[in-house]
């Protein structure tokens, strides 16, 4: 109940009757009982998520969504900071609202992305995709999967590559080169490239070692739509 309230709380209930069914033609849909758990915890989700699972009139709709997954705002401020100054909330809701349906990459659909630029507050409505195969990034990706994730990553890059579209519905995209983006970038590798080294003396090629050593002076000026967050699980 605790739980449900906190999502009623913050108007997901009246987002999701208003906006997300009627928005996506769910018109005769009405929602009778919401069944609520948190999914997501401790896997470094900057949010609260949570599988909403829906029981409606029997004269709605039969192609509203028997469950559908939400995701909000974390609830503590250090990190609600970070994800300002990153833009994570506006990024995400603009990548869903603009670019996923461009992209290569499977999406889940999209019912309801709203966010508010003074408050950072949003709301993401999405497809649940429970069932699906998650891997893992403790137990570590198997070769042929990340084989697999590789190829998709270069499809979505060159489906946005040097696009006109960052002048256009996608220009709220920030550069790379811009605040605070380089400096946490730089702090990142500088910290992680050392271990990485220690640890896989023998795992990386020469090629990739020079790479490594001038990661900032090769790094090439394109535009492109980055999908920068690439671990296992996600």
Not at 26 to 47: C, L, P, Y
Request: proline share 6%.
């Amino acid at each position: 109940d605790g739980i449900r309230d906190s999502v009623a709380s913050r108007g997901l209930g009246d987002v999701y009757k208003r906006q997300v069914l009627q928005g996506s033609g769910f018109d005769g849909a009405e929602i009778t009982d919401m069944q609520v758990e948190v999914i997501g915890e401790g896997v470094g989700i900057m949010g609260l998520l949570y599988r909403v699972k829906l029981s409606y009139s029997e004269t709605s709709s039969k192609e509203a969504p028997d469950s559908v997954v939400i995701k909000v705002p974390s609830p503590h401020e250090q990190t609600r900071h970070i994800a300002r100054a990153f833009m994570f909330y506006g990024k995400e809701i603009g990548f869903y609202r603009d670019a996923a349906k461009d992209t290569p990459l499977g999406t889940p659909e999209c019912y309801a992305a709203l966010h508010d630029p003074e408050s950072d507050d949003f709301v993401l409505v999405l497809e649940d995709l429970d069932g699906t195969e998650v891997i893992s990034q403790l137990d570590g990706c198997p070769i042929d999967k990340a084989e697999i994730a590789i190829e998709a990553l270069a499809r979505h890059h060159a489906a946005f590559w040097e696009s006109e579209r960052f002048d256009g519905d996608l220009s709220w995209l920030p550069y790379g080169w811009d605040v605070p983006f380089p400096q946490a970038i730089a702090q990142g590798f500088s910290e992680a490239w050392p271990s990485c080294m220690e640890m896989f003396p023998n795992g990386v090629s020469d090629r990739i070692k020079k790479v490594g050593e001038k990661f900032f002076i090769l790094a090439p000026l394109v535009n492109c739509l980055l999908y920068t967050s690439a671990a296992a699980d996600e």
